[in-house]
Structures are given as structure tokens and as C-alpha cells.
């Protein structure tokens, strides 16, 4: 149950709206929904979207004090 649980919070996190996130170019939303405690960062001072997800990461600057440049989760297949 609680793989399906957390298939269905993907899957509305998917149909967030784009504007409500930073930049995930060639990566999903899911995979960037990183709770903030969780994230490992990915950048360095002063890394811009643009180089932050040319290293393969993810970018969101909308939480100070946490790392703004962070690895993304990995893709899990949902089975129901």
C-alpha cells in the first residue's frame, strides 16, 4: 500500500504546474522533489540553473539555507 501511496504523490507532483518549479531540463519533477533535509548537494557558489542541470542535478533557489543545486532521485517504476 504504501508504494501505491507514494506512486499517487508522484504522480501529482507531475501535474504541478511548470511555472511553480525552477528549471529540470532533461529531468522529471518527480525526480527533483527532494524534500529539503534530504537533498545532497550538486553545485558550488554560485552555480546558475543552466550549469546546475548541465551536471545532471536539480535547481531550486525557493528554499534559503539548503542546498539550491541537488542530486535527483531516482526513477522508481510504480506496479499497482
Do not use: H
Not at 508522484?10 to 501535474?15: G, K, S
Not at 511555472?19 to 554560485?46: F, M
Amino acid at each position: 500500500m504504501e508504494a501505491r501511496a507514494l506512486c499517487l504523490l508522484l504522480l501529482a507532483l507531475a501535474l504541478v504546474p511548470s511555472s511553480w518549479a525552477e528549471a529540470y531540463v532533461g529531468l522529471s519533477a518527480n525526480q527533483c522533489a527532494v524534500p529539503a533535509k534530504d537533498r545532497v548537494d550538486c553545485g558550488y557558489p554560485e552555480v546558475t540553473p543552466e550549469q546546475c542541470n548541465n551536471r545532471g542535478c536539480c535547481f531550486d533557489s525557493s528554499i534559503p539555507e539548503v542546498p539550491w543545486c541537488f542530486k535527483p532521485l531516482q526513477e522508481t517504476e510504480c506496479t499497482f
